[in-house]
């Protein structure tokens, strides 16, 4: 089994900032790709950003040079830095990885419990 566990989400005041982490914890030989959704109410689930076994970022328009992610590999965690935080970014904020669990398998496709985001105007 392969676990997912975030932490790091809250209420906050426009202008400010959290930082989320996500550790992935199990069975897992390699990562391809980790990184973060979010869902606000009423919305479909977007792409927050996410980052490569390479260190390849992508990003959101809407949380470019605002949101930062990194990883650290050792530990089979990554973060999500945000920063300049605006009401319309409150959701729930999913972690994603992609990864595969042992050296001959497919890379599979595994999500994280969620964790709030509030941002108050």
């Known amino acids: 089994q392969v676990q997912l566990v975030e932490s790091g989400g809250g209420l906050v005041q426009a202008g400010g900032s959290l930082r989320l982490s996500c550790a992935a914890s199990g069975s897992i030989f390699s990562f391809n790709v980790m990184g973060w959704y979010r869902q606000a109410p009423g919305k479909e689930r977007e792409l927050v950003a996410h980052i490569t076994s390479g260190g390849i970022t992508t990003y959101a328009d809407s949380v470019k040079g605002r949101f930062t992610i990194s990883r650290d590999n050792a530990k089979n965690t990554v973060f999500l830095q945000m920063n300049s935080l605006k009401p319309d970014d409150t959701a729930v904020y999913f972690c994603?990885?992609?990864?595969?669990?042992?050296?001959?398998?497919?890379?599979?496709?595994?999500w994280g419990q969620g964790t709030q985001v509030t941002v108050s105007s």
């Open positions: 994603n990885a992609v990864l595969k669990r042992w050296a001959g398998s497919a890379p599979n496709n595994y």
